[in-house]
């Protein structure tokens, strides 16, 4: 069956350090993969979307990047702050007709300061 | 521009009963989307509409409809409620449907509990 997996329910680091968030995903061929932020008791906010011919994107701090060989896609943040803690959603959309997403099990970054 | 609305934000209901929940996306946009979030089985796809029409349909018993109307606003209904539907259901609305634009944005949810 089809799966998408996070690598921790939990990742804490130090403030100042590159959080880097794992997400791998089984009988998939996605098209497009997409990050995103939850807060607690608000809505995932979009962040960055890479498609399956591009290796990486970047915007700011956040790089993505998606390796259809291993069937994985690693989300970095860099010199991260506290502010970044929150829960972060990797999503699939397997083609480009449609705007279902498939969602990852989210991974809970906490930055200590 | 104004983000998009759900309303209402909590409700309380009693097994058997039925609940609409309703959804206005961003002006302009489309597509709407429905999402269950729930700590067991975290988001999972109900349904998605552009202009009217269903486009996709998760995997959810048929008491889990919804439908769209002409100005893009979204309405789900859950009937006979049962415990297991207490959750956050989540709205998306996006500019269109599929393509490389296919960003969504989500409103803040309607918190349901089914007592």
């Known amino acids: 069956s089809q799966k998408i997996e996070q690598n921790s329910e939990a990742l804490n680091i130090q403030e100042g350090k590159t959080a880097t968030l794992t997400c791998n995903y089984t009988n998939y061929s996605p098209a497009y993969l997409q990050w995103y932020r939850q807060d607690p008791g608000r809505g995932p906010v979009f962040l960055l979307l890479?498609?399956?011919?591009?290796k990486e994107k970047r915007k700011e701090r956040l790089k993505v990047t998606f390796d259809t060989t291993l069937k994985q896609s690693l989300f970095h943040i860099t010199a991260s702050q506290p502010a970044d803690s929150a829960t972060y959603l990797c999503a699939f959309s397997l083609n480009g007709a449609t705007n279902k997403l498939i969602f990852g099990t989210g991974t809970l970054l906490a930055v200590q300061p | 521009k104004a983000g998009v609305t759900q309303t209402p934000r909590y409700l309380i209901k009693t097994r058997g009963q039925q609940v609409t929940l309703s959804c206005s996306p961003i002006s302009g946009h489309r597509s709407v989307s429905w999402y269950q979030q729930t700590p067991g089985q975290g988001l999972q796809f109900l349904f998605e509409y552009f202009s009217e029409t269903q486009r996709n349909k998760g995997n959810f018993p048929g008491r889990f409809s919804g439908r769209q109307f002409s100005n893009s606003r979204s309405e789900m209904n859950v009937s006979t409620l049962e415990l297991g539907d207490s959750a956050l259901y989540l709205c998306a609305s996006s500019f269109r449907t599929g393509g490389s634009n296919t960003e969504a944005f989500f409103g803040q949810g309607t918190r349901l509990t089914v007592v």
């Open positions: 890479i498609r399956e011919n591009e």
